[in-house]
């Protein structure tokens, strides 16, 4: 059983920072891509960016920004984000692909006000 685990979340002001974390469990190896995804209110899920075995990449919006980082022995993705804006609140969710069989987390609020 896969279970992942996200954490770091908060109100922030804008331009501020946050680092969120993904604790994954179960069957997880280095080969599993692994994502962050947002959903703000009223608004489907999109994509922050991903990390796999060539590293990550990133949606336009994130680029310069955030940086996703990946701890394979500890089975931790990361989600560092900087220069925070109003537009950035959402809940972050992380998601790993194992072999085509998505995995979902709860989700983190991130808040961007003043």
């Known amino acids: 059983q896969v279970q992942l685990v996200e954490s770091g979340g908060g109100l922030v002001q804008p331009g501020g920072s946050l680092r969120l974390s993904c604790q994954a469990s179960?069957?997880?190896?280095?080969?599993?891509?692994m994502a962050w995804y947002r959903q703000a209110p009223g608004k489907g899920r999109e994509l922050v960016g991903s990390?796999?075995?060539?590293?990550?990449t990133y949606e336009d919006f994130a680029k310069g920004r955030f940086t996703i980082s990946r701890d394979n022995a500890a089975k931790k993705l990361y989600l560092q984000m900087s220069d925070l804006k109003p537009e950035d609140t959402a809940v972050y969710y992380c998601?790993?692909?194992?072999?085509?069989?998505?995995?979902w987390g709860q989700g983190t609020q991130v808040t961007v006000s003043s």
């Open positions: 179960g069957s997880i190896y280095s080969i599993n891509p």
């Open positions: 990390h796999s075995s060539s590293g990550p």
């Open positions: 998601n790993v692909d194992r072999w085509g069989v998505d995995f």
